[in-house]
Structures are given as C-alpha cells and as structure tokens.
C-alpha cells in the first residue's frame, strides 16, 4: 500500500493541474487534455513514476476524463440546440475507428516516442492557434464519401495518441469546411465522446509495471487523477466561462499559443534526450 507521504504531494498537484485545466478550458475554449497530458508527464515524472509507460498512463488518464467532461458539454451544447447530429452521426464509425487503432498503436509504443508525437502535433496545434484565420477554408460543405473514410479516422487516431477529445482537431477540419465555429464546438464535444470511450476501455485492459506506475493505476488510468482533476475541472470551467466574458479571449489564446509551443518543444527535447 502506497504511504501517504507519497499519495498527498500527488494529490495536491493534481488539483492545481485540474483547476487550472478547467479555468482553461472555460475561457479559451481549449479541450483539456492538451493541457493535462503534459502537466501529467511533468506531476508523475517530478514524483519518481518516470518509466518507459508513463506516457501511456498520461494519455490514458486525460482520455478518462475527457468522457466525463465532453458529456457533460454535448449535453449543454444540444440544450441550445447547437449539435450538429448529422456530422456526429456520419462521422462516428470513422472516428471510433481511429481511435480503438490510437489505443493500440500508444499502448505498444515507449514513452519516449510518444512524447515525441505529441510534441510535434501540439506545435502544429500551437501554431494553428496563434496563427490560423477564421476565414480559411477548404470546402463549403463537410467532406463526404472516400475523403470522410480518411480523414474520420486520422482524426479519432491522431487524438488519441495525444490523449486529447475532439476539439483540436475537430473545431479546426470543420471550420476550414464552413462550419460555424460555435456549431463546430458542439459538435466536436461529440467527437471526444466518440474517441475517449473505446480507447479508455482499451487502455484499461493494458498492463503497466508496477514499479514504475503512480499509485492506484488501473491498467493505464490513474484513479486518483481522473476523480481529482474532472472535480477540480468541474470546479473551475464556470470561473474560465465568466473571465471569457469580461475580456477579449483572442490575444489570450495567442498567448496560450505560445505557451504551448513552448511545451510541445520541451516534450520534444526531452523525448530526443538533448
């Protein structure tokens, strides 16, 4: 049984991870898990649990909780009717897809590796974010036919293998095909319902060593990091919400832009061992 000399420091970062997650995700929009993966990394690693699964118990963990929290906001979303089911329902089956291959191919890969994937994706996530145009387009209507049975899956694939819902992928494909972006929100909510539930139930068939995972990890998913972080995120996300509407959120995803760049080149670094 873990001693609570070690279980406590633990706790207490998780909640700063989860409320500062949650005041996040309410005022930039952002989905959690590009935050909650690394600062995972960091909590775990900082603690002593470095090993070659950490990142595997990271993704799985933010997937967890992204099941709670994209529920609860498809839920919200769809009272104001702002769901648009038919690209939920016709993009599903792709994304589910993707996702159970995500699961797989993260829970055979070092963690090494896998931080070097996400690396590289949340620059490109990064520089979207400071850089990308709202009036960027690709096509007038979502893309329908051989080009959605590519790219549903790339999308519930790419997610998992970052541990994040459908939003950073999501909001963006559907913008840049004419989706209004408070419509493409919503619907992205779905996404991650759709990408966190079969690859959660993967993860938590795969086995991590002991000696090297956090206490209380159940296959790959921390127990005391999802409870902890969705009642922090829970917390919190109203808080973000209220400072979106008393300030212009624009210059802060710019700046949260740069931040994570900044992350994604130190994940980056760390996984090249320089």
């Avoid at 706790?11 to 600062?39: D, E, H, K, N, T």
């Avoid at 906001?73 to 996702?99: F, M, Q, Y």
């Amino acid at each position: 049984m873990p001693e609570f000399s070690a279980i406590w420091p633990m706790a207490l970062m998780l909640m700063a991870i989860g409320g500062f997650a949650g005041v996040l995700a309410g005022l930039l929009g952002v989905g959690g898990g590009i935050v909650l993966v690394p600062a995972f990394f960091y909590a775990f690693a900082s603690l002593g649990y470095e090993g070659p699964q950490l990142m595997q118990v990271c993704l799985a963990t933010s997937l967890a909780t992204i099941i709670v929290t994209s529920i609860r906001s498809v839920l919200s979303h769809n009272k104001k009717g702002a769901v648009d089911w038919d690209i939920l329902k016709t993009w599903a089956p792709g994304i589910a897809i993707g996702a159970i291959l995500g699961m797989m191919v993260a829970s055979s890969l070092r963690s090494t590796t896998l931080q070097g994937i996400f690396g590289c994706l949340a620059i490109v996530i990064g520089l979207y974010m400071g850089f990308g145009r709202s009036e960027w387009r690709l096509g007038q209507a979502m893309p329908k036919g051989i080009l959605r049975a590519v790219l549903s899956p790339v999308v519930g694939f790419l997610s998992v293998l970052m541990g994040i819902g459908g939003g950073s992928f999501g909001v963006p494909l559907m913008s840049l095909y004419n989706t209004p972006i408070h419509r493409a929100v919503a619907t992205a909510a779905g996404f991650g319902v759709i990408i966190a539930v079969p690859s959660v139930a993967g993860f938590l068939l795969v086995e991590i060593d002991p000696a090297t995972r956090p206490p209380f990890t159940v296959g790959a998913v921390n127990v005391p990091a999802f409870l902890l972080v969705i009642a922090m995120t829970l917390t919190t996300a109203p808080l973000g919400v209220k400072l979106a509407h008393a300030m212009d959120p624009k210059p802060l995803k710019r700046v949260f832009a740069v931040f994570l760049t900044l992350v994604a080149v130190n994940m980056l670094r760390k996984a090249l061992g320089w």
